[in-house]
């Protein structure tokens, strides 16, 4: 925000100490209305490279010296195990823990927000939203916004009218049309990728796409189903649906192939003996020839 201060500090750095963090705020107090200090890694809170009690006094007395115009923010993997600095200052110190967010939360999360915004949307609809949505908040309001726009129930045409499918169904539908050795079909996809991506980007995720396959082939193969797959790869449930739909089309052998060409394709573009464009033509064609 235009109207704050912003400081950074790297605590993992030797010149950031806590009389150093302490000093700095001080002084940016003086000179600034509103600030927002960013101690990222600080170890000097942390137990193994614990305070003493002196450091600790000037702490607390730093925190409760109250200050509506002053927001001090530290982050990072830093256990906070020190009482003497978190009981006295319960009211003033709040902890958030980050976590990755998996499937079954973000499935929670799109039905929560579909009734904090009062849209009424068929079951059927829901479901297809929840197989389009990729896990990322960001995008997730984008689409809720699109959705409250409609007046009228939101019904399963108005998903696929609005919501764009992930790009990995174009890629993993490249790559059955490659393991069936479907040249025409190949090079339409691929044509059809290359028009919005790079293609450098589009060969990352063929390679990415072909190691996920090859998880869940081999998770399925053990006996494992498909809430079982999810949960251990901890992905959307819609990425592993789809692999699981195609699953008998194609062997543990067909993917190892598929992803030792991509390793060298991969190395060709790299190392600069072929273009990328080029280069996946002719993996395409290598492959369906």
């Known amino acids: 925000n235009d109207d704050f201060k912003v400081v950074e500090f790297e605590g993992k750095e030797k010149s950031c100490n806590i009389q150093f963090m302490i000093d700095e705020c001080n002084s940016l107090t003086i000179f600034n209305e509103k600030t927002v200090v960013y101690v990222e890694n600080p170890l000097f809170i942390s137990k193994n490279h614990g305070l003493n009690d002196y450091q600790i006094e000037q702490l607390n007395n730093f925190i409760a010296n109250d200050n509506n115009d002053f927001y001090l923010f530290m982050y990072g993997d830093v256990n906070l195990t020190n009482k003497k600095i978190t009981k006295d200052n319960l009211a003033k110190i709040k902890t958030v823990k980050i976590q990755n967010l998996n499937a ?12 904090t915004n009062n849209i009424n949307i068929t079951k059927e609809a829901l479901d297809e939203l929840l197989l389009r949505l990729p896990m990322d908040m960001i995008n997730l309001q984008n689409e809720i916004n699109k959705l409250k ?111 030792n060409q991509l390793g060298e394709l991969d190395q060709m573009i790299k190392s600069g003996i072929v273009e990328a464009d080029s280069g996946i033509e002719l993996f395409i064609l290598k492959m369906t020839s």
């Open 149 to 259: 726009l409609i007046e009228n129930t939101v019904e399963l045409s108005d998903i696929k009218k609005l919501i764009p499918l992930h790009v990995e169904d174009d890629i993993f539908n490249l790559i059955n049309a490659l393991l069936e050795k479907n040249m025409s079909a190949s090079f339409k996809m691929w044509r059809d990728l290359k028009s919005s991506n790079d293609a450098v980007g589009i060969a990352l995720i063929l390679a990415s796409q072909v190691r996920f396959m090859f998880k869940v082939k081999a998770l399925y193969n053990k006996g494992l189903y498909e809430d079982e797959i999810v949960k251990k790869l901890n992905v959307h449930p819609y990425r592993v649906s789809i692999v699981l739909k195609k699953l008998k089309q194609y062997t543990i052998s067909d993917l190892l192939y598929l992803l």
């Open 104 to 115: 079954y939360d973000f499935k929670n999360t799109v039905r929560t927000q579909i009734k």
